[in-house]
């Protein structure tokens, strides 16, 4: 896999996050295994073309939220990175929860 530099550094954290994923209309299931609170990553052999617009459902524990979302980066076999798109009151809500949990557990 071909090494990607980036010259600009992330501004929130990512975290590991293992959930259950589906994107909207393709079927099938993937699994996130990256998140932050500007998008996460899909893990998945057949990823998405670069700006491609999806809906992705998040089902992580017992709670489950859909997010609009775009492609920005894929690695061929392996998954594509999503960046969100506007989120609405309780798509932020149920993303800061997790993101709460999370930081918690990478601090003890």
């Known amino acids: 896999m071909t090494e990607i530099t980036y010259s600009i550094r992330r501004t929130t954290p990512r975290f590991a996050f293992i959930a259950e994923a589906e ?50 980066y894929t690695h061929a076999g392996f998954g594509m990175g999503l960046v969100f798109g506007e989120l609405n009151a309780e798509q932020s809500a149920t993303l800061g929860v997790w993101l709460e949990e999370l930081a918690r557990k990478s601090e003890g």
């Open 23 to 72: 994107v909207i209309g393709l079927g099938g299931r993937s699994r996130v295994s990256e998140l932050s609170a500007r998008g996460c990553y899909v893990d998945t052999i057949n990823p998405l073309p670069k700006e491609t617009q999806v809906r992705l459902l998040i089902q992580y524990g017992c709670s489950s939220c859909e997010f609009p979302a775009k492609v920005i």
